[in-house]
Structures are given as structure tokens and as C-alpha cells.
């Protein structure tokens, strides 16, 4: 079991930067794939970036390549998203993701990829 919390949201204009924390208890996730997604209101949840399996790499939606970073601090058990240059359209419901089961052929970049989840942290960009 993991225990995942999210925090850094808030409310910011376009232009901004923010940096999101999502930390991690029981486990140590260093190891395995770790995403974040985002859900505006009425849309689905979308991915945003995430550490690959195995070979632990970054992928990003489209959306947000060359405006965000994912890193990880293993010594923190935490996992971060830096989000530069926010856009009105970033605004939603951040969550952090992990799978500490993880199989071989799996892309990382889906809901249904992760099994454990974190309470979310919303994150609004006013124009």
C-alpha cells in the first residue's frame, strides 16, 4: 500500500509558474512508474507527464511539452511537476499517480495503467 498526497495548487495568472508536490508514504515509489493526470470540470481525466517503466523515462501529453517537468526526489519519496509559462486551459484537478505492480508492454500514459491515486489538488490560471 501507498499513500499518495498532492499539494502546490492554487490560483495564478496566465504566464505563471507553479510547482505541484505529490509525496509519498508506506512504499517507496522511486522504483516504479509515477504519473500525473489532470480533469477539468466536465472533461474527462487526461494524461500529463509521467516516469516510464522500466526504463523510467518522461513522456508528456502534447499539451504541455516544453512547459512542464516531472522529477522525482528519491531521498523524499516524492514526485514533482513544474508548470511554466500556465495557460487558462491547464486549469483542473491535478492527481499523481502511481503502479507499484507494473507489467511490461503498458504505455504509462492511461488511468487505467495506475492503481493507486491521490486525493487531487486543483490548480486555476485566470486570463
Known amino acids: 500500500q501507498v499513500q499518495l498526497v498532492e499539494s502546490g495548487g492554487g490560483l495564478v495568472q496566465a504566464g505563471a509558474s507553479l510547482r505541484l508536490s505529490c509525496a509519498a508514504s508506506?512504499?517507496?515509489?522511486?522504483?516504479?512508474?509515477v504519473a500525473w493526470f489532470r480533469q477539468a470540470p466536465g472533461k474527462e481525466r487526461e494524461f500529463v507527464a509521467a516516469?516510464?517503466?522500466?526504463?523510467?523515462?518522461?513522456d508528456y501529453a502534447d499539451s504541455v511539452k516544453g512547459r512542464f517537468a516531472i522529477s522525482r526526489d528519491n531521498a523524499k519519496n516524492t514526485v514533482y511537476l513544474q508548470m511554466n509559462s500556465l495557460k487558462p486551459e491547464d486549469t483542473a484537478v491535478y492527481y499523481c499517480?502511481?503502479?507499484?505492480?507494473?507489467?511490461?508492454?503498458?504505455?504509462?500514459?492511461?488511468?487505467?495503467?495506475?492503481?493507486?491515486w491521490g486525493q487531487g489538488t486543483q490548480v486555476t490560471v485566470s486570463s
Open positions: 516516469f516510464s517503466w522500466p526504463d523510467t523515462t518522461t
Open positions: 508506506g512504499r517507496t515509489i522511486s522504483s516504479y512508474p
Open positions: 499517480a502511481a503502479n507499484l505492480l507494473p507489467i511490461y508492454g503498458r504505455t504509462w500514459a492511461r488511468s487505467s495503467d495506475y492503481n493507486y
